[in-house]
């Protein structure tokens, strides 16, 4: 290969840097170096949804890698009109059906390893991947034309042209960034800056876990969650949904606490509940290892349906649900955030991973453009961030809606919450990505124009 026109680094080896990787990889005068933190890029116990607008992204990388995906997901994807979420009222003894979410498109539904490992087979050879590399922070010099310094936290170092921070809620990147430009503006605006260097507590807890889909089968054979499609248990400051993942092998359940009273303010671990561990070590406290008594707690009361569901529960585990404040923006300098990095929000659109997909996508596509140089980086990431913040920003405010819909603390009447929530959600089935797209070419092929 012929001297590379630049090299990027990715931070955060999960959907968003994994994609963002692929995606690359359609572009053979770009190195890409992928660090991971995590000795694996395979994250295991927990579902994945990707919606209609994000799932024609993928598409775009391929014929095979979206072959690959159906495999593992189980079904084909269709883009007619589809039932794909049944709400019930389940908070007493006898529930009952409050509607069904109908979207155009089906929602893609994967276990997490699976969807990583089919991203890691289609990097291009161009394309280096390292494990156990977590960023403390980075050095980027003035000039364009000296690399950027990454500073590891087993004391390593390396360099590269483009740094892009997929590293997640507690991105190292982020924290390095919003410093930066923390620098460059005006004195009332810095400490608003600064704020968003650490995430805040949403008030939110999610509550997570697989069951053996034989256990539950063998209990309630014809339980309503085999018919496909996702179940939604609503109640007042609670719910949870229940759905199959894995090729019918496991049903993914998430559960949700909300209470708004405590939104922005610092979380408190319950001492009752034990860290969970990784590799040996004990996380932070917003994750917390579940008995199955503790699991089922905010849903004991609630219909006899869900209870099948939750006494085939043999553990779990707890989140504090922390989420990104609205950044000044994404982009400074050759650096750039995606995904949670960017915008963790709240899950309850099933979209954190859509938007990662698309920043993914959009990157790619300004980054590889042939018009884009390392003289231009700059503007290409400035075209990123004016086009996707705006919109990953509206995403996360209707996610914040959409969870008070569902634990019933809005104002709107039952008869009204089916027609409420889906006009709230219809973005994610009847708008794509593509408009964004041929703007940042034409923004990207025309210097002259002003982006703001």
Known sequence: MSTPKFRIAICGGGVGGLTLAVALSRYPDIVVD?????????????????????????????????????????????????????????????????????????????????????????????????????????????????????????????????????????????????????????????????????????????????????????????????AGGITQYLGKDAFFLAYPISLGKYINIAGFTLQPDLVNTAYEADPRVPRRSFQGKADSDWVGELTAEQFVEPFKDFEEDAKQLLKCVERGTLWAVHTVKTLPSTNFGRVALLGDAAHAMLPFQGAGAGQSIEDAYLLATVLGHKATTLDTVPRALAIYDKLRRPFSSDVALRSRFNGQLCALQTNVPLHRLGNTVTKNWDWAWLTELDDALEEAVKLVENSSINIG
């Open 34 to 226: 992928v660090y991971e933190a995590a000795q694996s890029f395979y994250e295991v116990g927990a579902g994945l949804g990707i919606w209609p607008r994000s799932f024609k992204v993928l598409r775009k990388l391929g014929h095979d890698l979206e072959r690959q995906l159906i495999q593992r997901c189980g079904y084909e994807f269709t883009e007619g009109y589809v039932p794909c979420i049944k709400h019930r009222k389940s908070d007493q003894t006898v529930g009952f059906q409050l509607f069904d979410l109908v979207t155009k498109g089906n929602q893609m539904r994967f276990h997490r390893a699976d969807f990583h490992g089919v991203l890691l087979s289609h990097l291009s050879p161009s394309c280096t991947t390292y494990n156990a590399k977590r960023l403390k922070s980075y050095i980027q010099p003035r000039s364009r034309k000296s690399p950027i310094k990454l500073i590891f936290q087993d004391g390593s170092t390396a360099t590269c042209d483009i740094l892009i921070g997929a590293d997640g809620i507690k991105s190292a990147v982020r924290s390095c960034m919003m410093r930066e430009l923390a620098e460059v503006v005006g004195p009332y605006e810095k400490q608003s800056v600064l704020s968003c260097i650490n995430p805040v507590w949403s008030g939110v807890t999610a509550y997570r876990t697989l069951i053996p889909a034989e256990k539950l089968r063998a209990r309630c054979p014809n339980h309503r969650v085999f």
